[in-house]
């Protein structure tokens, strides 16, 4: 459990975090989401103990952030990716992942046993023995995951995971993060919203420091701008037509770009049939037609540009 | 105490598993073993006076290359914030670099001990004057090793950090020279003097092992690595 209440970071004059309110509970998998530079790493990164808030109070599974007595305990229940997963270069990848559990307090009679059952469970078997600057993009992500599962922490915080990755080596990705967010509370950051939606439980979209909407990604899409759009393709287009589009009721607003027409509606009212039907009654012929309702994409879009005019 | 133990065999394994630790460890025993060769031919004295004598300034340009990655280069690759969110005290962290550059710094040392033992074996050397000057070597060295890593941990890039260390060591080390001190008021030489890195050095030389200097090298030590603890605690990088 974390409870965050009222935080605020300041870079002199720059405020990265403008009094942010948050509660993770146990064995969530919560998606930060916002645009490069909204605050999410500096968050994370006091979460993590890398830095240290200007105001507001943080606790983690009720242990005060603020008092230096408990930072270590604090640290030692957390596993860490930091953002583009710095990595001690020159260390193999057994040995890099020894090292961490060590420091992360694993016993040593228990170490030999723990590194092999992280090794395989980020399929990393093959590259055990491999030095980690020889490595690609992906298995260096799956080392920073795995170091920063090594002492089977409560929470494991991510900083953008996928960032970089291929699609590939981002679904191989994703699925790690599912299965490790089984049992133990996952705090991911991403700009990539099909990331989110797909391995998340709670979506919190934050921008310029402040949270702009927290839910499930089913929820978040409903709080959308409430619309829906039609997209119409037609071999011929009556001039006429656009006009008694714009006519029909629930209808917000018809555009075209030639012969393809973009009709906004009402988020409950579907109006396809009205719409086929005029469309072929003026004579055109209808080759496509297609509903959408607004993706998580639209919320995230909406809600962050606006802040930003 | 543990995890110290665990950070700096970490490091010292980073020291001979990199060319670097290879390159200067050469040019150290090269550089000391041509020095002391040279005099001892000319000369034919069992002695190591000119050995310990030019280890100030031989150390003025190994113990920054030694120092020069330790925070500079995590801070670059961004490692530090996997090591800063283990659960280690920032003092935990310095001090194990710390010991791990004075663990290479000994090894470099116990490769030179193939003079003394030549020495003892063609001859009769003052054993007491080379055992001071050893220890002397070790503690002036922990002082350039204090000040390497403090700015190290300032600095975002290892040359800068080499040269910036070598300067700043320089200065430590000049500060108690005749020729920029002659000319000064009596208090500014006195406040030279003591504050130089190689006026307590000449002293051990000499073969006397003084209490005041000793104490000199441990708080310059102590003083540098307190100054290294605060700049990792800052975290003015991002």
């Not at chain 1, 999410?40 to 005060?64: A, C, N, S, Y």
């Not at chain 1, 992500?141 to 981002?170: F, M, S, Y």
């Not at chain 1, 679904?171 to 998340?200: A, W, Y």
């Not at chain 1, 919320?299 to 802040?307: A, C, D, G, M, R």
Request: charge should be negative.
């Amino acid at each position: 459990m974390i409870k965050i209440e009222n935080l605020v970071k300041k870079y002199d004059s720059f405020t990265a975090l403008g009094g942010v309110s948050l509660e993770f509970k146990d064995g969530e998998v919560v998606g930060l989401l916002g645009p490069n530079g909204a605050g999410k790493t500096t968050l994370l990164r006091i979460l993590v103990g890398f830095m240290k808030p200007t105001d507001g109070e943080v606790e983690i599974e009720g242990m005060d952030i603020k008092k230096p007595m408990l930072e270590q305990k604090i640290k030692s229940k957390i596993g860490y990716l930091p953002e583009l997963a710095p990595l001690y270069e020159d260390m193999l990848v057994s040995e890099y992942l020894e090292f961490v559990g060590k420091m992360q307090g694993v016993a040593p009679d228990e170490i030999d046993k723990r590194v092999k059952e992280i090794i395989s469970k980020c399929g990393l078997a093959e590259k055990k023995n491999a030095e980690i600057g020889t490595l690609s993009k992906g298995y260096r992500q799956r080392v920073g995951i795995a170091q920063a599962l090594i002492h089977n922490p409560k929470i494991v915080i991510l900083d953008e995971p996928t960032t970089g990755l291929d699609p590939n080596q981002r679904i191989e990705i994703r699925d790690l993060i599912k299965e490790i967010g089984k049992d133990r509370t996952v705090i991911l950051s991403s700009h990539i919203l099909s990331e989110v939606q797909s391995t998340c439980s709670r979506v919190i979209i934050i921008n310029k420091g402040k949270i702009v909407a927290d839910g499930s990604p089913e929820d978040l899409e409903k709080t959308g701008k409430g619309a829906a759009v039609i997209n119409m393709e037609v071999d011929t287009l009556e001039s006429n037509l656009i006009e008694r589009l714009r006519s029909v009721a629930g209808v917000d607003s018809v555009k075209n770009e030639g012969n393809k027409i973009m009709i906004e509606t009402e988020k409950e009212k579907d109006v396809r049939a009205e719409i086929a039907e005029i469309t072929v009654e003026s004579g055109a012929g209808l080759l496509m037609l297609e509903r959408k309702q607004t993706s998580l994409e639209d919320v995230f879009i909406n809600l962050t540009h606006n802040e930003n005019e | 105490m543990n995890r110290i133990a665990i950070l700096a065999k970490k490091e010292l394994n980073s020291y001979f598993n990199s060319p670097l630790g290879y390159i200067v460890g050469s040019v150290f025993l090269v550089a000391s073993g041509w020095i002391f060769m040279q005099s001892f031919f000319i000369y034919e004295l069992a002695s190591m006076r000119s050995f310990f004598s030019m280890m100030p300034i031989i150390l003025i340009f190994i113990l920054p290359a030694v120092t020069m990655s330790s925070w500079a280069e995590e801070k670059r690759s961004g490692t530090v914030e996997v090591l800063l969110t283990l659960p280690l005290e920032n003092i935990q962290a310095v001090l194990a670099k710390f010991f791990s550059a004075f663990a290479f710094l000994s090894v470099l040392l116990i490769m030179t001990f193939f003079i003394p033992l030549m020495l003892i074996k063609i001859g009769e050397p003052d054993r007491g004057v080379i055992f001071a000057g050893y220890l002397g070597t070790l503690f002036l060295g922990a002082a350039y090793i204090s000040i390497g890593l403090w700015v190290s941990s300032i600095v975002k890039n290892q040359i800068t950090a080499f040269i910036l260390s070598l300067v700043v060591i320089f200065g430590f080390y000049i500060v108690g020279s005749s020729m920029l001190l002659d000319s000064l008021p009596p208090l500014a030489v006195y406040v030279g003097e003591n504050l130089s890195l190689s006026t307590h050095f000449n002293s051990i030389l000499r073969g006397v092992l003084s209490l005041k200097d000793l104490i000199y090298y441990i708080s310059v030590v102590i003083f540098f690595l307190f100054l290294n603890a605060r700049a990792v605690g800052e975290k003015n990088w991002r």
